[in-house]
């Protein structure tokens, strides 16, 4: 066994570079929560906890911030304002009711002399309930569940079945809009078509159901109108106890008349301090092991400012590359945005692609357009044959999407004649891809899109 002297070269993170990695991927509510932990943790430590602000506040801030503003932002920050009092508040609540469907139900049952066992069963009925507002599970769980006899648990579940919303704690599809159609006048056709060709239905396939039932397709067209008026989703609109998320942007971009202004929304977040009283202990005659602490914490403190400092400057730097890259969405819209590799953007920048993944990482931009997350501006593309150029997939998706608008609904195309559509425009995709396409943005294929005269 012999020894030998080898020179290699390895790259070890050191925990500063780890901590800064760590920093620049936080979104604002992580970064805040980080630093409110590092309080907890380092005495030397001193956090400026900002007040939070309201909508109105919020708003005020940013025009002292943009005193200079053209007449464009001053409307895009009135119609900020005036949109926070019409909906008193509330961040995109739309109609949605704070009332959960189990408290709507419950309140039907109330005082209807229903006894102390058959309200507990109403109780786990409601708590059952799926998204849709189903009850799905056997009727052996509620006998197990209470020990009481299958008709029994039959029993109240009916009963559930019978309250508003209508079609609530139906099994099925089919069952919750038989339910809304029982007691209404003249929908027999309409039961009739849902008992027996929900299927054939789901496919718009209305020629087959009037051959079936040798009726005029003008009849079975004006049913199925009728029962695609029925609510789907009785629990829809009311409250699932999941917590609504107010996204809070990173950063704001703001355009005027000759230029786009960056503003990183860091004033909601508190600031970090390391304590004055602790600095003059370290340059004082106190013992050693404690300045070596004070000394140690300190620097750590120093560390994460250097941290957030930099996460800082790494998205004005981001934000500005976007800008550049995507400035025609900036000033146009949606319909502009562009392909952009995080590659390229790297290069831009003069960092590692990682660095650049890390920093858009659960962060949003805000802009007259609406909010975004970082990874929006950076779409994926499909190559075109000729050139090495390539179009976005949003775009692709739009192209798609105004093909189809355009169609006669009584012969819609086929996402073979879209694919020559798009291949005339020198977009050359396949009709498979055009399938995934048109899937993705929730839109039937010809047969579901056909409409019958």
Known sequence: MSLRLEQSQKQVLS??????????????????????????????????????????????????????????????????KEDIEDNNGMNNLGNRTTESLADVLRAQLLGKGYSDLEMEIFDYIAQCLDSRGYYTAPLSEITGQFQVSEEKAGECLEIMRNLE???????????????????????????????????????????????????????????????????????????NGELLRYIVPDVTVVKFKDRFEILLNDYSCPVLHVNQEYLKMMKSDCDQDVKDYLIQKVKRAEGIQQCIHRRSSTLLSLTKCIIDAQKAFFLTGEKALKPFRLQEAAEIMGVHESTVSRAIKGKYLQCCWGIYALSYFFPKGVSQPEDEDSVAVLQIKQKIEQIIESEDKGKPYSDQRIAEFLKEQEIDISRRTVAKYRESMHIANCRGRKIFA
């Open 15 to 80: 925990q500063k570079m780890i901590q800064s990695v760590n920093i620049l991927q936080m979104s604002s509510q992580e970064l805040t929560d980080y630093m409110k932990q590092e309080v907890l943790e380092n005495p030397v430590v001193d956090l400026e906890i900002k007040e939070p602000m309201d909508k109105e506040e919020d708003r005020i801030k940013k025009l002292e911030w943009l005193a200079s503003l053209d007449e464009q932002n001053r409307s895009y920050y009135r119609y900020d």
């Open 165 to 239: 919303p209508a079609g609530v704690c139906a099994g099925s599809l089919r069952d919750c809009l038989l339910k809304q159609l029982e007691g209404q006048e003249d929908s027999e056709l309409e039961q009739e078509i849902v008992s027996n060709y929900m299927e054939v239905l789901g496919k718009n396939q209305l020629h087959i159901i009037a051959k079936k039932l040798k009726l005029p397709l003008t009849s079975v067209v004006e049913a199925v109108s009728h029962i695609r008026e029925l609510n789907p989703r009785p629990a829809q609109g009311f409250d």
